[in-house]
């Protein structure tokens, strides 16, 4: 006997959030794909030379980084919408629409990005082939349906909160989704200076990754610790609070440590460092927020896979995010390390480690409403895939962020310190062997991160077809008594 | 019966988070403001886009423990002192172009960017390029043909052929030299440029 995926198991909202995350996985495997072509290039620059150059690659595997991501939160919110509401979602219709007008745009942008590639320098360029800033070089006419696809999610959220029960965590997505459709527009016109135009640019990329983000993924974390484990609602709200005030109240200034370098003024050395250094807190908040919740349940929960990536993103988070961060944040040290290859091993564990393991934890929750609350705990069919996909993916990723750091590493003295950063200093550094060797070891795990994704994959594929058990039923959580 | 202390109550946090954001955010809009007036271009940090028409040079300030863009006397590009609307024409034209190209994807622009080729903060300074009799003609004929100029010290690497046509390069070139007057607090630290620091 198998249990097919049934979408009668669904209801609406989270029919939406199927097609999201039905994306999401296909741009996760272009982040990776590009990735790897632009990883090869490091070690074997004639590779695709003229034909896929690394500029093309790069911007694609940091593009689909991004628009995963995105694809995974909205399709989280969309799928916990009507449940947290109590209500069914305000605007399925528009949803629907907004969907495939963003998956049509991010098609259509790609496809420009692989086969045009770049255009004559006008304006035409930068409205219809590519803007030419990293992470947000979607030409100006996607940038104009990105915001309206958002608009639309945020009309949803909104409206189907305002229409039913307002929560906590519905108080905070919902600021925080004004937050995030606003700061786009940050990124949306063309300004000739480019100090200005990289003040602008950073409140787009920094406030989005390093703020509203986190605060999304916190609402999505917040419902999910109350789904998978039975927390119960006022902790989650209660340290979704905490993390609200100590992320926004770290990470708004904390922009200024894209500051220092750019021809802004000399006071951003201080807050930028200062503020910045105190970002770190409320990702150790979120460590100790999931470590108590999960022990007070003494780890008895719902979902195994979806618990153990979702500690996976407090750890990832906490270390990726905030460690990584730290390690370069201050002035004194991101003088030597500032546009190296330290900020490169920092992105691949933050976002993999702050973002993608809470999207993966979304997918394995979905798949088990899917398949209309599978059993998956203890002794569950095939569980051996979930534990290899994680390590592997684990595995991949932490192996080219330390061989990127230690590419950062070398970069810093050798081109920086010792060479003062010219052009002959910097190859010097690209060619020495500790970091020809970094990147042969950072190919060889982005195929390890590879392997964790095919299994990832199949897993979800499959995951809870040959059960028959039903999900685990949750304790009531005790209440906290005091004196 | 739940007895909690005020600072671990759910009301707490929440009028925390509340004032907390609407602070941070009010004095980062402050912030903007001062640095706007401090960024825009005929500021003592950012110079005029006429900048081009004089010599630039990044000398280490004993007082400041790093460098310093120095503006020197007249050194017009291409042989021609342009106005400052020509300046900014010439600047802006050279900007679309590096992001019509996607330089940004290899290099890095103020440290900002991809780390498959060199920073371009200083690229007009550096000494691969020769004295500057010779610096604007050399980059040129790369930037028109960076295959058959290619530059690869060694490592194999080529800036691929982008198209970039001769007006273009020359827009980009006047870009690079006005980015390099910009005062980076001294980024990037010990660099050496043609003029001999």
Not at chain 1, 238 to 250: K, N, P
Not at chain 1, 438 to 463: E, H, N
Not at chain 2, 59 to 81: C, N, Q, T, W
Not at chain 2, 132 to 160: C, H, I, Q, W
Request: aromatic share 16%; with cysteine.
């Amino acid at each position: 006997m198998t249990r097919p995926l049934d979408s009668s198991n669904l209801n609406d909202g989270q029919k939406l959030a199927v097609k999201y995350f039905v994306v999401a996985v296909i741009l996760f495997f272009a982040q990776l794909v590009f990735g790897m072509l632009a990883g090869i290039q490091f070690v074997h620059p004639d590779f695709l030379y003229g034909v896929l150059d690394f500029n093309v690659n790069r911007m694609v595997h940091i593009n689909a980084m991004i628009v995963w991501m995105l694809y995974g939160f909205i399709g989280s919110v969309y799928w916990f919408l009507e449940e947290e509401s109590g209500r069914e979602i305000a605007g399925l219709k528009l949803g629907n629409l907004g969907f495939w007008v963003l998956t049509a745009a991010v098609t259509v942008v790609v496809a420009v990005y692989l086969l045009v590639q770049v255009g004559p320098g006008n304006d035409f360029t930068r409205w219809f082939i590519n803007e030419g800033r990293e992470y947000i070089e979607a030409p100006r006419w996607a940038d104009i349906g990105i915001v309206v696809v958002m608009l639309i999610f945020f009309y949803n959220v909104a409206v189907t909160f305002s229409r039913g029960k307002w929560s906590g965590i519905a108080g905070v997505l919902t600021l925080d989704l004004v937050a995030l459709a606003g700061l786009y527009l940050a990124g949306m016109f063309y300004v000739t200076n480019i100090s200005i135009d990289q003040y602008w640019w950073w409140w787009v990329i920094h406030l989005w990754v390093e703020a509203t983000w986190e605060v999304l993924v916190g609402c999505i974390m917040a419902w999910t610790l109350m789904h998978l484990l039975g927390v119960r609602r006022k902790i989650v709200e209660t340290w979704l609070y905490i993390e609200v005030a100590l992320m926004f109240g770290s990470g708004i200034l904390g922009l200024g440590h894209h500051y220092f370098w750019i021809g802004s003024p000399e006071y951003w050395l201080a807050i930028g460092g200062f503020f910045s250094a105190l970002e770190p807190i409320p990702l150790v908040a979120m460590v100790v927020h999931s470590i108590y919740d999960s022990g007070v349940h003494k780890l008895r929960n719902r979902n195994h896979p979806a618990l153990a990536w979702v500690i996976a993103h407090a750890f990832g988070n906490f270390l990726g995010a905030g460690v990584w961060g730290f390690m370069h944040t201050l002035p004194q040290i991101n003088l030597y390390t500032h546009g190296t290859q330290w900020t490169a091993s920092h992105g691949h564990l933050a976002f993999f480690g702050a973002y993608a393991t809470i999207n993966i934890a979304f997918f394995y929750l979905a798949v088990q409403r899917w398949r209309g609350d599978v059993w998956m705990g203890a002794n569950l069919v095939g569980g051996w895939r979930w534990k290899w996909a994680l390590g592997l993916l684990s595995l991949g990723v932490i192996g080219m962020t330390m061989a990127l750091l230690i590419a950062g590493y070398e970069q810093s003295f050798i081109e920086r310190a010792m060479g003062g950063s010219t052009w002959s200093a910097y190859f010097a550094g690209q060619n020495h062997p500790w970091f020809v060797e970094s990147m042969v070891w950072r190919m060889i795990f982005g195929w390890v991160t590879i392997a964790g994704f095919g299994l990832l994959v199949w897993d979800l594929l499959v995951i809870g077809k040959h059960e028959v058990r039903p999900a685990e039923t949750l304790l009531e959580e005790p209440a906290l008594v005091h004196g | 019966m739940e007895q909690i202390p005020f600072w671990a109550s759910k009301s707490f946090w929440k009028k925390m988070a509340i004032w907390v954001t609407a602070g941070s955010f009010l004095l980062l809009i402050i912030l903007t403001f001062d640095t706007m007036s401090k960024v825009t271009a005929g500021t003592k940090r950012v110079p005029d886009y006429s900048v081009i028409n004089k010599q630039i040079d990044y000398r280490y300030d004993e007082s400041k423990h790093h460098s310093m863009p120095v503006i020197g006397g007249d050194a017009p590009l291409f042989g021609k002192i342009l106005s400052e609307q020509e300046a900014e024409q010439l600047v802006t034209l050279g900007k679309k172009t590096i992001q019509a190209k996607n330089c940004m994807n290899c290099h890095t622009l103020l440290g900002n960017g991809a780390y498959f080729a060199p920073d371009l903060t200083k690229a007009w300074l550096d000494p691969a390029w020769g004295p500057e009799s010779v610096r604007p003609m050399l980059m040129k004929m790369f930037l028109m043909d960076p295959e058959g100029n290619a530059r690869t010290y060694g490592s194999g690497r080529k800036m691929p052929n982008l198209g970039i046509t001769e007006q273009e390069a020359e827009g980009i070139i006047a870009f690079l030299k006005w980015m390099s007057s910009i005062n980076t607090n001294g980024f990037p630290y010990n660099f050496k440029t043609a003029g001999g620091q």
